[in-house]
């Protein structure tokens, strides 16, 4: 009879209430009926065959004989079952065969729980080992051997001592304690794991220990990973945090000239999207101004705004000022650096005089540009970043293409927008709003008090070419504002700081004797310009080695001494 299988069952005699029981039983599952020998009835009792005594019993499975009816009646057979060591019991001890059926019963309710257990522990995501009451391993599941790369043959049958002595279970087997958290390595791989042991008490007997195992790999690289990345953010927030905001907006843009409207209404147009935008003019015309207005104006405005001159920055730090670093890089990176990428990240990056760039870094920029990801200098891990560029440049980029100066690729990536800004002498309409913004916006800041021009003054302002553009004319002013000694700059001041940029000297009565029209018709500079030049010419000459002369002593081009002259009539 097989652990688990219902007895097999030769009833003896015909008695109801006995067979009833059978049937019972049978139904349960307890017994298997081979069938009932009666010489009193030929008919089968509730489907259960009529076994014929002719059989040779030798060759039947039978477990138990049970004889319900009168022994006499089968002497002969009980006889011969008796000589085959068959198992007869009567009816007066069926309480012996109830026992049996009972304990089979419980053998079979423990037998299916231990293939329900067992079931469970070999399909559990984590590592089972166990040993008995003696430390030998009876018993490990797939998840250990695949967590630990240790073979079942490894294993089993072995003393928990002899293959892992320091480990969790070994310690709950000796101790008769649990053991919480355990970390250990497995031998020979990388695979970090965390185990948990038991021992085992039945009716207060000890029969053994048990450990479970969890491949914590996965979860401590991501915590590590997690914990990097936190640190980094913490850098960012705190880097992002410091200044990099846009300070301008469209309003900041002083000017009511044509010139000055139609790249206005271009910026404004430019913020409504994340596309690229080159930014051209010359310098000091207010391209960085026209940067901070597009990202304040855009719908990114309250994410980081992070500028980069290009020229400003030596090459050889332009890259790690770009990209970051890692620790240990190179000679003093003594700790990780986020670098301009990262922290404009969700905002705009605003690379100024971007034609300055070196052609190697340009290549890794173009890069940037076009899989949004990089590894800092020194690193090895890819970063993810989305910002938006805008790139300006006063240089001719198209020229410095052609000398192989500038990639042609990052040129087309760059000018998706191109927002030209004019030049002051272009827009000299916009020279006196912008003298009366400058003087009050410098005097908050050196904190003088509120300080005019006179008409005659506003005038040779307006005259002026500035080539210097609005960052020359502020300089200008601000020179102003610190050597007057009055509200009201006079003239005479003002001339003096014009002359001097365009090399003339001139006295008061100079000043006084020249006439400014209401209509401004009148162009008294370029009256002291024309009358500097004249008298310089007089004084070296009208050949072309004196030009020559003549242009190095104005601190002017030979071609430009050409223009004036024929602008001024002076042949």
Known sequence: MAVGSPMSLLVVGYQKDMLDKMVEWKNAGIVSLVGVLDSSSNQPYQDIPIFNSADPLDEQEID????????????????NWRKNNKLILSAKTLWVLDRVAMQKREIQILTGKQKFYQTILMHSHEGVQYVDSKG????????????????????????????????????AYKTRTPVFGYKSSSVGSNVETVANAAPIFVDGKFIGAVATFQDVTEIKYLTEKLMEHEQEQKVINQQSSDGYESKFSIDHIIGESEEIKEPVSLAKRASRTRSTVLITGESGTGKELFAHAIHTESKNHDKPFVTVNCAAIPEEL??????????????????????????????????????????????????VLQYREFERVGGLK??????????????????LISEGKFREDLYYRLNVIRLEVPPLRKRKKDIQLLVQDLMDKIAERIGLNPMQLTNKGMSMLCEYEWPGNIRELENVLERLMNESSASVISDSLVLKHIQSLIGVTSSQDEVD?????????????????????????????????????????????????????????LE
């Open 382 to 399: 890819k970063v993810h970043v989305d910002f938006r560029i805008i790139a300006a440049t006063n240089a001719d980029l198209e020229k």
């Open 136 to 171: 030998i391993i009876r018993f490990i599941n797939p998840s250990f051997s695949r967590i630990t790369n240790v073979s079942s043959e490894e294993r089993l049958g072995k003393h928990i001592e002899d293959v892992s002595p320091n480990g969790s279970l070994n310690k």
């Open 318 to 367: 332009l890259e790690s000022e770009l990209f970051g670093y890692e620790k240990g890089a190179f000679t003093n990176a003594i700790k990780q650096k986020v670098g301009k990428f990262e922290l404009a990240n969700g905002g705009t990056l605003f690379l100024d005089e971007i034609g300055e760039m070196s052609l190697a870094l340009q290549v890794k920029l173009l890069r």
């Open 513 to 569: 004797s020249i006439t400014y029209p209401s209509d401004n018709s009148l162009l008294p500079l370029k009256e002291v310009e024309k009358e500097y030049i004249r008298k310089t010419l007089n004084h070296y000459g009208h050949s072309l080695e004196s030009k020559k002369k003549a242009a190095h002593s104005l601190g002017i081009s030979i071609s430009t001494l050409y223009n004036k002259i024929r602008d001024y009539h």
């Open 64 to 79: 138990i004989i049970l004889i319900v009816g009168n022994e006499e009646t089968f002497h002969k057979e009980i006889e």
